[in-house]
């Protein structure tokens, strides 16, 4: 029954918001939240994993690639799934390389000694 739909058509995935402009407040405090959550389980994966007193690079290179999975990895199967052009998960993931970055030189500086 599906793959007859499939096949018949039209096959597309539309999401629809309220009229009028979005509540920037409300969406702003729950993008900061995303990433304060997220954040926190970096620092989770980070404390199990490394020792206090680590070095600067080894915090940075933990932190990157964690916080690179946390904040873009699930992009990808939107892609895969649901026919969201390739050029637009990439641009996710290098916004999610850019968070991980950042997070990575907050915690590596803040890291205890």
Known sequence: AV??????????????????????GKLMAQQISHFLFG???IA?????????????????R???????LA???ASI??????GMQWS?????LFDALIYGLVVAGAFAWLWPQ
């Open 3 to 24: 793959q007859s739909k499939f096949n018949k058509g039209p096959v597309g995935l539309m999401v629809l918001v309220p009229n009028g402009m979005p509540p920037m």
């Open 39 to 41: 954040s926190i389980l």
């Open 44 to 60: 989770y994966c980070a404390t199990l994993a490394l020792e206090p007193g680590a070095d600067y690079m080894t915090v940075f």
């Open 62 to 68: 933990f932190v990157a690639a964690v916080g690179f």
């Open 71 to 73: 904040f873009g990895w």
């Open 77 to 82: 199967p939107y892609s895969i799934w649901f």
């Open 88 to 92: 637009m998960t990439a641009k996710y």
